[in-house]
């Protein structure tokens, strides 16, 4: 056989920089994980503030009825703590796992690369933040108070229907409501990506526009509670994210000369 059925091993010189960029992208990860870390001892250390925080809308919701949160397993406190501390200790460390990203890849970008690129990165964790902050200020007060109606006083020869929820199922709820509408508010930064990256464009998004919006609906009755309110409530936010998103894109292709 011949020397070329083999591929010849990579010399010294082409092998030094996938090894560099490998050494940088661990630095990185490490450097994440780590702030991850930083950010679960914190919120472990406050958990009980953290939970308080959590649970202040259907307090507030309840109006001091005399409910309570229960749990019934002997470690599920103690297990739910651990997982409020991870997921707080995760969106703590939103900003710096952003900046490592960046600090990842601006080096072998141009300057015009670093100057599209940037205000992407700093949209990333404002926009999760801002679905957060809507899930918890506007989504939870009404929610709440929408399931808390279902309850029933007791009468005579009749039983009362009072809610007891469990501390896991109810941090559980709100931990996925909040980084649903996190992530929800992202599609611009991707859709723009996309556009800017050629694999779709204006165009594009406008004659999916109509198949969008079903798409939407659905995943906000996926994401949410099943109530009509928590389900517009992230719907229509994302269909002006949409239209946003469109704008973007044609803002990015006039910007490309395209």
């Given at each position: 056989?011949?020397?070329?059925?083999?591929?010849?091993?990579?010399?010294?010189?082409?092998?030094s920089?996938?090894?560099?960029?490998?050494?940088?992208?661990?630095?990185?990860?490490?450097?994440?994980?780590?702030?991850?870390?930083?950010?679960?001892?914190?919120?472990?250390?406050?958990?009980?503030?953290?939970?308080?925080?959590?649970?202040?809308?259907?307090?507030?919701?309840?109006?001091g009825?005399?409910?309570?949160?229960?749990?019934t397993?002997?470690?599920?406190?103690?297990?739910?703590y651990?997982?409020?501390?991870?997921?707080?200790?995760?969106?703590?460390?939103?900003?710096?796992?952003?900046?490592?990203?960046?600090?990842?890849?601006?080096?072998?970008?141009?300057?015009?690369?670093?100057?599209?690129?940037?205000?992407?990165?700093?949209?990333?964790?404002?926009?999760?933040?801002?679905?957060?902050?809507?899930?918890?200020?506007?989504?939870?007060?009404?929610?709440?108070?929408?399931?808390?109606?279902?309850?029933?006083?007791g009468?005579?020869?009749?039983?009362?229907?009072?809610?007891?929820?469990?501390?896991?199922?109810?941090?559980?709820?709100?931990?996925?409501?909040?980084?649903?509408?996190?992530?929800?508010?992202?599609?611009?930064?991707?859709?723009?990506?996309?556009?800017?990256?050629?694999?779709?464009?204006?165009?594009?998004?406008?004659?999916?526009?109509?198949?969008?919006?079903?798409?939407i609906?659905?995943?906000?009755?996926?994401?949410?509670?099943?109530?009509?309110?928590?389900?517009?409530?992230?719907?229509?936010?994302?269909?002006?994210?949409?239209?946003?998103?469109?704008?973007?894109?044609?803002?990015?292709?006039?910007?490309?000369g395209?």
């Amino acid at each position: 056989m011949t020397k070329d059925f083999f591929i010849d091993p990579p010399t010294d010189a082409e092998a030094s920089p996938l090894l560099v960029h490998a050494m940088e992208l661990r630095r990185r990860l490490v450097t994440s994980m780590l702030a991850i870390l930083a950010g679960f001892i914190v919120c472990f250390i406050f958990a009980q503030e953290l939970y308080g925080f959590l649970v202040k809308p259907l307090a507030e919701a309840t109006s001091g009825d005399g409910h309570r949160m229960i749990y019934t397993g002997l470690t599920e406190a103690f297990i739910t703590y651990i997982r409020l501390a991870l997921w707080g200790g995760f969106i703590l460390a939103i900003p710096i796992i952003a900046a490592q990203v960046w600090l990842y890849v601006a080096p072998g970008l141009y300057a015009s690369e670093k100057k599209a690129f940037l205000p992407f990165l700093i949209a990333t964790p404002l926009l999760f933040f801002l679905g957060a902050a809507m899930a918890y200020y506007i989504v939870f007060p009404v929610a709440w108070k929408f399931f808390l109606s279902f309850e029933i006083m007791g009468e005579a020869g009749s039983l009362p229907i009072q809610m007891e929820a469990r501390v896991s199922e109810y941090l559980s709820l709100a931990m996925t409501i909040i980084f649903a509408f996190g992530l929800s508010f992202e599609m611009p930064v991707a859709l723009i990506l996309l556009a800017r990256a050629g694999l779709t464009s204006a165009a594009k998004l406008v004659r999916f526009r109509r198949f969008a919006i079903v798409l939407i609906f659905a995943v906000a009755a996926v994401l949410t509670p099943p109530d009509v309110f928590s389900q517009i409530a992230l719907a229509l936010p994302m269909l002006l994210l949409y239209e946003i998103s469109i704008l973007g894109a044609k803002w990015v292709e006039k910007n490309r000369g395209t």
